[in-house]
């Protein structure tokens, strides 16, 4: 349910500060958060994916995507609590201006194609040099084949996936969000990489993507060293 600010109501700016102060302090919660991009063909399940991990459920319609979607879901991951913001992409051609300005400050992007359709999986580098045209600090990627319950139509053997992973340097994971098979682990696999990458990268300043217990401890060294 989304909650509209009334500008007329004299309570708004205490009610809404009193609502960021309630966020702020919930979020402090969180290890980690990380923004996830999901991007791809229209049709080859984004929208369902997400659907399936946010909710547990599945759509058998097509509805395509307008523009963008988001969802928040709240994952532990090796005793870390983890925030993730997944934005689901729509992926007509149409939509390309806007859904490329959701790309930038993506910590992971994950590149959907669909496991029958030859043409989903050509487009991967499209959509990977779309990645590169409209982010600057190198988001983690991982490419997921969906729909392997069609397994007797699939279009995509074994040879494929490990050249489009010899070429682009990407780890390919098949997955069905009509079947739930490996929907968790997709989006397990891509915090665990993510956290081992703000890891190694050291963030120093930016809380985002980052450990905030290393962040306390780091601050309160810190600030031992500044006293007198
Ligand atoms: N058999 C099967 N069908 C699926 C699966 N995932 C999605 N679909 C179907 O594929 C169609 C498209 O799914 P969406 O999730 O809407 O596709 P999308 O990638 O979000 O498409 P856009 O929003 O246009 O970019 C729908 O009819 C879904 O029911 C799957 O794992 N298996
Ligand atoms: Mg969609």
Redesign the pocket.
């Known amino acids: 349910m989304s909650t509209t600010l009334n500008p007329l109501n004299n309570n708004t700016s205490t009610n809404s500060s009193q609502k960021i102060a309630k966020k702020l302090s919930k979020s402090k919660q969180f290890d980690y958060t990380f923004k996830i991009v ?1 991007i ?13 991990f946010a909710d547990d459920k ?9 523009g963008v979607d988001f969802r928040f879901k709240n994952i532990i991951v090796d005793d870390k609590s983890v925030k993730l913001q997944i934005w ?5 051609e149409r ?1 390309k201006t806007i859904t490329s300005a959701y790309y930038r400050g993506a910590d992971g992007i994950i590149i ?1 194609y ?1 496991i ?1 359709d030859r043409n989903s999986f050509a487009h991967i580098k499209d959509w990977l040099d779309d990645v590169n045209k409209y982010t600057d600090d190198n988001p983690l990627k991982i490419i997921v084949g ?5 397994i007797k139509d699939k279009q995509i053997n074994e040879n494929d996936m490990k050249t489009m992973t010899a070429q682009t340097g990407i780890e390919i994971l098949e ?5 739930s ?1 490996k929907i968790n682990d997709l989006m397990e696999i891509m915090t665990k990489k993510l956290i081992e990458k703000k890891k190694n990268e050291g963030n120093k300043n930016n809380t985002k993507g980052m450990d905030l217990n290393d962040f306390n401890k780091k601050n309160v060294q810190n600030n031992n060293n500044f006293c007198c």
Do not use: H, P, W
């Open positions: 999901m791809g063909d229209s049709g080859v399940g984004k929208s369902c994916i997400l659907l399936r599945f759509n058998e319609n097509f509805y395509a995507t307008i689901d992409t729509a992926g007509q939509f959907v669909d029958t969906n729909k392997i319950d069609l997955c069905s969000a009509k079947d098979i």
